[in-house]
Nanobody
């Protein structure tokens, strides 16, 4: 079992920045892909950014150029640097971690609110 502890969410003005962190603990051996999803009220959960074990990254089009995903394998941690935030970025952000065998784990979610 893997436990994910998210942090870094909060209230920020448009154009501001936040850095989300997700630290994995427990049986972290074999963790492969890591990523961030978000879900706004009335909308489906969507993939925001993902990163593979070798550092290859993927971004949802609306955040490309504004968000940066990174990982520290020694710390079993994945980060999401969020810059130039927009009100439409407001959502609950969830950390996602995958292991071989299609095993998947989710963080508890952290609220990001972008508002004047």
């Amino acid at each position: 079992q893997v436990q994910l502890m998210e942090s870094g969410g909060g209230l920020v003005q448009p154009g501001g920045s936040l850095r989300l962190s997700c630290a994995a603990s427990g049986n972290t051996f074999g963790i492969n892909a890591m990523g961030w999803y978000r879900q706004a009220p009335g909308k489906q959960r969507e993939l925001v950014a993902g990163i593979t074990i070798d550092g290859s990254t993927h971004y949802e089009d609306s955040v490309k150029g504004r968000f940066t995903i990174a990982r520290d394998n020694a710390k079993n941690t994945v980060y999401l640097q969020m810059n130039r935030l927009k009100p439409e970025d407001t959502a609950v952000y969830y950390c996602n971690v995958r292991r071989p065998g299609r095993v998947e784990y989710w963080g508890q979610g952290t609220q990001v609110t972008v508002s004047s």
